[in-house]
């Protein structure tokens, strides 16, 4: 491989080929142009910005190009793959902004903007909505006034950044692109380190594949039932769905699968009836178990998912945190909303589909609401809070720390307990019957407490900057943007809450959250690494 830099021997050599990560950057760039197409053809349906995504294609083509001939026969190491890995996820949030600058601000002479009063104008605003997209984390800037603002295809690529940076786009350049199968499993190991994408087939393509079809097939399955919906209340009499048309259901299969939760409604998933509630449930389930699982089903394995301890702990987390919080809110956890869908109290089913699907929707990461929890009482919120750190399967969509790592720090913190008491045995980690290498343990326990400690310095971080600019928060609603960001979950507490947005944040808190949702995303160390000098050199 190329060793590219040298320098004199006081300083060491340069051992990256950032040439051959940059040119791999270039060519997801480049391919980009085609979801681009999408909401272009949505523009031209509703008659707005068709040539703000024009020109944002034509943009992405030239840049991604450019860069592909840094290096026309890249070979990646493991070095050159974090790298890669990280500038592409940098680099797609930063095209993903441009056409919500082009909206908002339009180019002088050649387009006027269509959305001039939105809110991102601002380019910090327009990186944070495209990075909390990509990442999909769900954090807004956009409130009622400002959704309205913006054209059906912007909000719907607003949706569709979501879906792509679900699975992974580097899972899908590899699905989809013959010059990144080689050299395919590296990336997706520093694309989801520690609890990486289980190997399905021979070929590592093959499976990356595999799983975008399934991706895919349940997002369209998810899209299919919430249009049924709608077309069938008035066949059966009755409104089960009337707000649910193509438009609506289509935006928000886009946003339930990849755990983003994104809506082009103000007021999420409490805009719609019980009968949708009920109906995207599952669905963030589907999205926070090991995508691996459902391989193993479809190939007649059916035992294979009841049989793995990490989803029995999964449903198990779920089943009791939804329990707990059920009764919280039975007994008067949180204020009547109305038109919020909010919480009846005393009333079953209500209380039930609450607290069900806000536990489903922050554990998973989803981020999605049906009612204002930010005014639920302080016992509702701390549980929820808890939630927004356990994430959802590894090899799933999900965010934050995942339940395989917990399933793992139980086993830890149990073999202690044992061993203190009998120090001569031997005791090794075991999951679903194997294994667990020493190595492996000790990433866990080491991800795990740098997960939080990143937690806890962003925290005073931001509590920090916002008491500079005279911004009142208060600790809780400062650790729930730090907790909602790093974890890619969205949503926080007190005006971050669900029909809330980060808006009033300075610009300095607006960065760190960034940095924050893009190393949350890829699991911290792919981008930390690179801030090490023993990375670089030799």
């Not at 199968?181 to 997706?188: P, T």
């Amino acid at each position: 491989m190329l060793l590219l830099g040298v320098t004199d021997g006081r300083r060491g050599s340069l051992r990256v080929d950032w040439r051959a990560s940059l040119s791999l950057v270039g060519t997801v760039l480049k391919y980009l142009a085609v979801p681009l197409m999408v909401p272009l053809l949505v523009g031209v349906v509703y008659g707005d910005d068709v040539f703000v995504f024009l020109l944002t294609a034509l943009f992405t083509l030239l840049v991604g190009t450019g860069l592909e001939r840094l290096d026309p026969d890249p070979d990646l190491g493991a070095r050159e793959g974090f790298l890669m890995v990280a500038g592409a996820w940098l680099g797609v949030a930063l095209v993903a902004a441009v056409p919500y600058l082009l909206a908002a601000r339009g180019v002088p002479g050649i387009l006027p903007p269509s959305s001039p009063a939105s809110t991102l104008a601002n380019p910090v605003n327009a990186l944070f909505e495209s990075m909390s997209g990509f990442t999909t984390t769900g954090a807004t800037l956009l409130g009622e006034i400002s959704l309205d603002r913006h054209s059906h295809a912007i909000l719907i690529w607003r949706q569709l950044t979501q879906w792509l940076g679900g699975m992974g786009i580097i899972v899908l350049a590899i699905a989809i692109l013959p010059e990144l199968s080689v050299g395919g499993a590296q990336l997706m190991d520093a694309e989801a380190p520690g609890v990486g994408i289980e190997k399905l087939t021979p070929r590592i393509a093959e499976t990356a594949r595999v799983l975008w079809i399934a991706y895919f097939a349940f997002t369209a399955l998810e899209i299919g039932l919430l249009y049924g919906l709608h077309l069938a209340g008035p066949l059966l009499g009755m409104e089960l769905a009337p707000n649910m048309g193509a438009y609506n259901a289509v935006a928000h299969g886009l946003t339930t699968l990849p755990t983003g939760g994104f809506s082009p409604e103000a007021d999420s998933i409490a805009a719609f009836s019980a009968a949708v509630q009920w109906v995207v449930i599952p669905f963030m389930v589907v999205a926070g178990t090991n995508f691996a699982l459902f391989y193993a089903v479809f190939r007649g394995d059916i035992l294979k998912l009841v049989d793995d301890a990490e989803f029995r702990a999964y449903a198990g987390i779920m089943g009791v945190l939804s329990a707990i919080l059920a009764g919280v809110l039975f007994v008067g956890g949180a204020p009547p909303l109305g038109d919020l869908g909010g919480v009846v109290q005393g009333n079953v089913e209500n209380t039930l589909r609450q607290s069900i699907f806000q536990v489903v929707s922050l554990v998973t990461t989803t981020g999605y609401a049906t009612s204002d929890f930010a005014q639920w009482s302080e016992a509702g919120k701390y549980l929820l809070l808890f939630a927004m750190f356990i994430g959802g399967s590894g090899g799933s969509t999900g965010g934050a720390i995942k339940i395989v790592r917990w399933v793992v720090i139980v086993k830890v913190v149990r073999r202690e307990l044992f061993t203190t008491t009998h120090p001569e045995a031997v005791q090794p980690i075991r999951l679903a019957g194997e294994v667990v290498d020493e190595d492996a343990v000790r990433g866990v326990m080491s991800f795990t407490l740098l997960y939080l400690l990143l937690f806890a310095v962003g925290t005073v971080l931001i509590s920090l900057d916002v008491s500079r600019v005279g911004y009142d928060i208060n600790t809780l609603e400062a650790m729930s943007a730090i907790a909602a960001t790093l974890g890619n979950v969205g949503p926080g507490f007190g005006s971050l809450g669900p029909f809330g947005s980060y808006l009033e944040f300075p610009a300095t808190s607006k960065l760190l959250m960034v940095f924050l949702m893009w190393i949350g995303r890829l699991e911290i160390l792919p981008v930390l690494v690179l801030l090490t000098s023993g990375y670089w050199k030799s």
